[in-house]
């Protein structure tokens, strides 16, 4: 059985930072491309960042600079830092695995982010 399992959001106030985490348990860890996306209320789930299995990474233009993605795959994990937060960030952040041959793909149940003073 395929779990990804979220971690690390909360509320924190604007210029804060989070590091939110990602553990995948049931895959092939190091074979999947892996990625955040968030969701704010009322809008269209977007991709955040993401990392490949070769650790080529590319990020949305409102977190570059500001946001990092990475991954250890000795613990099947994936991290997204997120420095320099502004209250448009505040959304559900979820994490997602992905492979093409075969063509899997993978959800996580997602963690709260808030920014907020």
């Known amino acids: 059985q395929v779990q990804l399992v979220e971690s690390g959001g909360g509320l924190v106030q604007p210029g804060g930072s989070l590091r939110l985490s990602c553990v995948a348990s049931?895959?092939?860890?190091?074979?999947?491309?892996m990625a955040w996306y968030r969701q704010a209320p009322g809008k269209q789930r977007e991709l955040v960042a993401a990392?490949?299995?070769?650790?080529?990474?590319n990020y949305a233009d409102s977190v570059k600079g500001r946001f990092t993605i990475s991954r250890d795959s000795a613990k099947n994990t994936v991290y997204l830092q997120m420095n320099s937060l502004k209250p448009e960030d505040t959304a559900v952040y979820y994490c997602?695995?992905?492979?093409?041959?075969?063509?899997?793909?993978?959800w996580g149940h997602g963690t709260q982010v808030t920014v907020s003073s």
């Open positions: 997602n695995a992905e492979v093409s041959s075969p063509y899997r793909d993978y």
């Open positions: 049931g895959i092939i860890f190091r074979r999947y491309a």
């Open positions: 990392v490949t299995d070769g650790r080529n990474t």
